[in-house]
């Protein structure tokens, strides 16, 4: 087992999340091939989201998850399987998504499955993504009078 192998596809991982998180698009669109496929399962929505492409996914995630809605993603139970230059992982996830135009709550968990491959500059970039969720839910911050958004970098007011 290559152990710096695998911390390095960890790191992949939590680079695609934090840049995600904080809206880092330029470092988002470095987390993964130019050929990643993204496949989303999104109860909200009402069916699953796929992406093919690193600049569909970029451009969906910036249009979709801009200023106006804050995320926290966070993953845990790492299994990762490396074979050569390539890579396969899953993760267990848990993540908050405030969508601040609708005054709506989501929370939810899911599983992620992934495949990784190392590029020739020696990174590992996401070849494919996406995750089926355990469980999801909405609440509407107007059923929650006491309810304040306190901290907000996106805030522009």
């Excluded at 809206?23 to 796929?50: I, M, Q």
């Amino acid at each position: 087992m290559d152990l710096v192998t695998i911390e390095e596809i960890r790191q992949a991982k939590y680079r695609y999340l934090r840049c995600l998180d904080l809206k880092l698009w330029d470092e988002f669109a470095d987390a993964f091939t130019e050929d990643a496929v993204a496949e989303y399962d999104t109860p909200v929505l009402g069916e699953p989201l796929r992406l093919a492409g690193r600049e569909a996914i970029v451009a969906y995630m910036r249009e979709n998850l801009g200023p106006q809605t804050i995320t926290s993603h966070l993953v845990s139970h790492p299994e990762i399987e490396v074979d050569g230059d390539e890579a396969r992982g899953s993760w267990c996830l848990e993540d908050t998504v405030i969508v601040k135009e609708h005054r709506l709550l989501i929370r939810g968990a899911a599983y992620y499955r992934d495949t990784y491959r190392r590029c020739p500059d020696g990174r590992w970039r996401v070849g494919s993504t996406g995750h089926r969720r355990t469980y999801e839910y909405t609440v509407s911050f107007d059923d929650l009078p006491s309810l304040r958004l306190t901290a907000d970098p996106w805030n522009t007011r």
